[in-house]
């Protein structure tokens, strides 16, 4: 995997979404990287935990969103508000 294969970025889970923070991270500029606005299977990693074909979702802004389950943030010892480094791919 190349770097032009692949977003790295730092965020902050939660995303506010119709008046409720949901507990995602959302991907900046994944409509450009994916050249499409609808859900995309991707593999990401967030702090080391590894996520394999997972759904980004669109986020109804133009943007996707990966929605991170209460058993990942477990893993992570994270939950909304917490800061996350992120590497997420298009899944082949």
Avoid: Y
């Amino acid at each position: 995997m190349t770097s032009s294969d692949e977003l790295r970025f730092d965020t902050t889970i939660g995303l506010e979404i119709k008046g409720e923070t949901w507990a995602c991270v959302e991907i900046p500029g994944s409509a450009d990287f994916f050249g499409m606005k609808k859900t995309v299977r991707v593999d990401a990693i967030i702090d080391e935990v590894r996520l394999e074909n997972v759904g980004a979702m669109v986020t109804g802004m133009g943007g996707h969103m990966i929605s991170l389950s209460a058993k990942v943030r477990k893993q992570l010892g994270k939950d909304i508000g917490d800061p996350v480094s992120v590497v997420v791919a298009r899944h082949l």
